[in-house]
């Protein structure tokens, strides 16, 4: 199986560092632009299914990758981004900040965010699910930032220290595709 996970392309939220968790915006001008050169890249894979996040970001980049294969989209609402609670909308505080909720040990669910253990747990059922459903296919996966990290993590281990400094950085840029084999 392989499975190739698809960050949405960029939006005015990416660019202003605003939290966007399920705040429903679409994609910008770069955006657009990112997604159509991403759907290219599978231009030449036979792709059996692409699941997709239901938010507007997610399900713009999804139809470009859609109109390349051949493809239909299959919302798959695990796939959302983390709720980020009170802070969406807003702007790293100093009293409430990303290095704060992105540390698995603590589990911070203050401003009524998502807790991230949730969050990962969330995730890996739901890939528990589909490697078995998929087995032996290729998909595609379009989701989130928040949502490549448990990602990365559930083929490639938990970082020893799971803190914002090593769970930030398995964060998929914009337009960024990870591929993954399961067998």
Known sequence: MEIY?????????N????????????????GIQQAKETANKFKNI???AILVSPLKRTLQTAQYISEVTGVELTIANQLIERNFGDMEG????????????????????K?????????????YNFLDEITKKYKGKKIVLVTHGGISQPIECYFN???EIPDFEHLEKLTLKNCEVKKYTKK
């Open 5 to 13: 996970v698809v960050r949405h392309g960029q939006t005015d939220y």
């Open 90 to 109: 807003k702007q790293n505080r100093p009293d409430w900040n990303i290095q704060m909720m992105l540390d698995y040990n603590k589990n911070y669910s």
């Open 15 to 30: 660019v202003k560092n605003i939290f966007q968790g399920q705040i429903d915006i679409p994609l910008n001008a770069t």
């Open 46 to 48: 036979p792709i059996d």
């Open 111 to 123: 401003e009524n965010i998502e807790p991230i253990q949730t969050v990962f747990k969330r995730i």
């Open 157 to 159: 281990g938990m970082p």
